[in-house]
Every structure is written in C-alpha cells, then in structure tokens.
C-alpha cells in the first residue's frame, strides 16, 4: 500500500509539472504576441540616408557615398517590403523616391498593390503616381476640390501605418512628423473598411469629369 501511495504522488508529481510546463508555454507566447502587437512609434526628419540595399534585396551597403545607419525611414522601408499579400497604401502626397521604390519593389514580387491619393497633388512635380501606373499598379483619387487627406497604409490587411507624414522627402527630412505601426485587430480592422470604402468610390467608372466645390 505504502507503494502504490508513492507511486500516486509520483504520478500527481509528474502531472503537476507537465501542467505547470504547458502553462508556462501558453504564458510565454501570450506575453510574445503581446509584445509584437505593441505599438511602434516612427519619428522624423531623420539624417539623409540611402535604403537601396533594402529595395534591391541585396545585403551590405552600395557606394552612394550616403550613410546606411538604420532609421526610422528604414524602418518603415522594411515594413513596407514586408508585405507578402497585400499592400493598400492611401496618402495624401507620395514623392519620396525611397517609399515608393518600397511599393515597386513589392510591385514587382507580385504582390497586389492599391494606392489611393489626392487628385491635386498627384500631378505635381516629383509625384510618383505617374510611375506607379506605368509600372501596372492600380491608383485610384478623389474627385473634387476637398483633399484626400489620409496618410496611412495596410500591410498584408494585418498591419497598420499611420500617422502625420506625408510620404515625400520634405516630411522625412525636414518636417517634424510621426508615424504609429498598429496591429491591434480593431483599428486594423477600421482602417481595412476606410480604404475599402474610398477604393469604391474612387472608382473610375463612377467618374463624373465636373468636380463639385
């Protein structure tokens, strides 16, 4: 008897730990997803730097002569060339060779790429609208005198950046601007619906060619 006592607490003993190590397992990966689903905060002007390396998926620094520091450009060029599915992009005002090089860049790995912009600044100087049509990508606008004024993009629908910066060279390297990467499924969510619903406004086909004030 006294046996079988000890060979029931041993069992007990066992379980225990096996429960107590699967706890620890599931305690740890929450803690994980909750970490990676914090909030990241981007912060600009930032140093003029070169992100070529990024674009052309190659390693090592190309001899531009700029600096290859990591950045919070970078960074939001990383982001961006990590879309595998998906990338809605919806800004107000896109010249920034670098981030747009980022959507090409994805372009081109076949990866399904919309831009929503604003009809009065997609024609000026410098904006890359013009080459993302030329290169097949699908861009649709507004069509009246008040602005399109968003400046926010979703990655593979999962991932959302947004934010004060408009995406050309004056706001990364000159103005004071900020941009927050979320993954919280509610926002997400909101913003997925958002740029779905300007995407079919936007439609061609409901054009009218008389803007109204």
């Not at 041993?10 to 699967?22: F, W």
């Not at 998906?86 to 090409?104: N, P, W, Y």
């Not at 076949?110 to 049509?133: E, K």
Request: proline residues 3%; charged residues 20%.
């Amino acid at each position: 008897m006294f046996t079988s006592l000890l060979a029931w607490r041993g069992l007990l003993v066992v379980a225990g730990l096996s429960l107590a190590s699967e706890g620890l397992y599931y305690l740890l990966r929450y803690l994980k997803r909750r970490r990676e689903r914090r909030p990241q905060v981007l912060f600009f002007p930032v140093p003029v730097t070169c992100v070529r390396p990024l674009l052309l998926a190659r390693p090592g620094r190309c001899d531009c002569g700029l600096s290859h520091q990591e950045s919070a450009l970078s960074s939001l060029a990383r982001l961006l060339l990590s879309a595998r599915r998906s990338l809605d992009v919806c800004v107000f005002t896109i010249s920034s060779l670098e981030l747009s090089g980022s959507v090409l860049a994805v372009h081109g790995r076949g990866v399904r790429v919309r831009v929503v912009t604003d009809s009065d600044y997609m024609a000026l100087a410098g904006s890359q609208v013009g080459t993302f049509r030329k290169a097949g990508i699908e861009v649709r606008h507004d069509q009246d005198t008040n602005y399109m004024h968003h400046k926010f993009a979703l990655v593979d629908g999962s991932v959302l950046v947004t934010g004060s910066l408009n995406w050309s060279a004056q706001g990364i390297y000159g103005n004071k601007e900020n941009v927050i990467i979320i993954k919280n499924t509610d926002i997400v969510k909101a913003f997925v619906e958002e740029f779905e619903r300007l995407w079919n406004e936007y439609d061609p086909t409901k054009y009218s060619f008389s803007p109204q004030g």
